[in-house]
Structure formats: C-alpha cells, structure tokens
C-alpha cells in the first residue's frame, strides 16, 4: 500500500493499537496502520458520483486531505464516537470540508469503506481499502463535463 502515498507515518504494532484503542477494526485496516500509519496520498481525490446515482449528496469529487495516523485516529475518535457510533463506523481520513472517509467497526479481512458527511450520513464506497485507493485519481484525470 505505500506506493498510493508520498508520505506515511511510521509503523505501529499491533499491541499499541488493542492497548490504546480498544474496539473492533478490520485486519485490513489494522495491517495499514502497521505498515504505513496515515499518510499523504499521491493521487487524492475520489469520484463520489458513481457511488451515489441518486444524488443523495451534492459532491462530484471529494478530495481526501490525509489519511490519520493511529495517534489521529484516537483523537478523531474521541470527537465523532457519539455521532459515528450509531452507524458502527471509525474515521480512517479526512476529506475537505469536513468529511470523513471511514471503515466499518467490524473484526473482518478487508475494511468496508464509507464517505460520511455529517449534513447527509454515510455512503457506502468500497469492499475494501485497496479497492478505494486503487480507485484515487489526480486533479489531472477530473472530468467536470461528465455530470453536467
């Protein structure tokens, strides 16, 4: 997975992360925060609209500013856990404007992946983490006469 970012944190083991977080996190997820632990991505934005056909949400694109690292992620937590709660979901990445990319708190191989956005709630995205950045494309491949 670090060939998707110019810049990760450093590894984490899997001790400090059950001993400092206690909740439930997919493999996939918990392997990222191992290896790479937050970072900038190289190719950073995400074509939302073919996720959400029906317009549910007013984004195009969404442009993801950081994925958090674990010591982000328990401070991201600490501040959504009563509001992303009710949907079983964990902040992994912050998307500007305010929005989060999150996973599924589940114990499962792969991390479901979701856009939340406080004014319209979760949007299913991805089976899985690699699915999602392989997915991530450059300011260079946006095509705003798609949806007009």
Same mark, same amino acid.
């Given at each position: 997975?670090?060939?998707?970012?110019?810049?990760?944190?450093? #590894?984490?083991?899997?001790?400090?992360?059950?001993? =400092?977080?206690?909740?439930?996190?997919?493999?996939?997820?918990?392997?990222?925060? =191992?290896?790479?632990?937050?970072?900038?991505?190289?190719? +950073? @934005?995400?074509?939302?609209?073919?996720?959400? &056909?029906?317009?549910?949400?007013?984004? @195009? !694109? @969404?442009? %993801?500013?950081?994925?958090?690292?674990?010591? =982000?992620? %328990?401070?991201?937590? +600490?501040?959504?856990? /009563?509001?992303? #709660?009710?949907?079983?979901?964990?902040? %992994?990445?912050?998307?500007?404007?305010?929005?989060?990319?999150?996973?599924? =708190?589940?114990?499962?191989?792969?991390?479901?992946?979701?856009? !939340?956005?406080?004014?319209?709630? &979760?949007?299913?995205?991805?089976? #899985?983490?690699?699915?999602?950045?392989?997915?991530?494309? #450059? /300011?260079?491949?946006?095509?705003? /006469?798609?949806?007009?």
């Amino acid at each position: 997975m670090k060939k998707y970012f110019k810049s990760h944190g450093e #590894s984490i083991t899997t001790y400090n992360i059950k001993q =400092q977080l206690d909740i439930k996190m997919p493999f996939e997820y918990v392997k990222f925060l =191992q290896e790479i632990n937050g970072g900038i991505l190289d190719k +950073h @934005i995400f074509e939302l609209r073919q996720y959400d &056909p029906n317009k549910t949400n007013p984004n @195009i !694109y @969404i442009i %993801i500013d950081e994925f958090l690292s674990f010591e =982000q992620l %328990i401070k991201a937590w +600490h501040y959504t856990k /009563e509001e992303l #709660s009710d949907y079983n979901l964990l902040p %992994i990445a912050n998307v500007r404007g305010g929005m989060l990319v999150c996973c599924r =708190q589940e114990e499962t191989i792969n991390a479901e992946l979701f856009f !939340y956005d406080p004014d319209f709630g &979760p949007l299913k995205l991805t089976d #899985s983490l690699l699915d999602f950045l392989n997915l991530l494309i #450059s /300011e260079k491949e946006i095509d705003d /006469e798609k949806y007009k």
